[in-house]
């Protein structure tokens, strides 16, 4: 089992960026492939991201490819997502998640375990 917690979600302007990261209790963190989601208010829990185990390969929902960056360092068992040229439709709550399952992995169901989710707001 694995508990995850979200930092670094904030307010910042169209334009800007934040790093988010993922810390994750246990000792078999690297055993796991992870992803980020986020969550707008009214709408369905969305993909953004995911890295496998070894941080080997990693896809992107199209809306945010060439914006956010997926990366992980496992001895420190934290996982991060870099987000430049923020804008305003990127605002939700953005969850990291941890699974066992192999690809595809860009979907809510894969997933067993999930953080708290940390609040992002992009002002225009």
């Known amino acids: 089992q694995v508990q995850l917690v979200e930092f670094g979600g904030g307010l910042v302007q169209a334009g800007g960026s934040l790093r988010l990261s993922c810390a994750a209790s246990?000792?078999?963190?690297?055993?796991?492939?992870m992803g980020w989601f986020r969550q707008a208010p009214g709408k369905e829990r969305e993909f953004v991201a995911t890295i496998i185990w070894s941080g080997g390969s990693t896809a992107y929902v199209d809306s945010v490819k060439g914006r956010f960056t997926i990366s992980r360092d496992n001895p420190k068992n934290t996982m991060y997502l870099q987000m430049n040229s923020l804008k305003p439709e990127d605002t939700a709550v953005y969850y990291c998640?941890?699974?066992?399952?192999?690809?595809?992995?860009?979907?809510?169901?894969?997933?067993?375990?999930w953080g708290q989710g940390t609040q992002v707001t992009v002002s225009s």
């Open positions: 998640a941890a699974t066992k399952a192999r690809w595809p992995l860009d979907s809510v169901g894969r997933y067993d375990y």
């Open positions: 246990g000792r078999t963190f690297s055993t796991y492939a």
